[in-house]
């Protein structure tokens, strides 16, 4: 399944939650926060949301600063 996460077109097996997405791309400790198609999905959901194809990803981090 192509997904577009953070702008760039990813591969993905069919049926991967979102959870699962996170941690195939090595990045399960930084991320805090997604946007499906500009809408939130909680984390505690992630495990049951599962894109569709040509969905659009957004993976934030927060990053501290002042």
Do not use: C, R, T, Y
């Amino acid at each position: 399944m192509k997904l577009i996460i953070n702008g760039e077109d990813k591969i993905f097996e069919d049926n991967m939650n979102l959870k699962e997405i996170i941690i195939n791309l090595k990045i399960e400790d930084k991320v805090m926060a997604v946007a499906v198609n500009m809408d939130v999905v909680k984390k505690e959901n992630w495990e049951k949301f599962v894109p569709k194809e040509n969905d659009k990803i957004e993976l934030l981090q927060f990053v501290g600063g002042g």
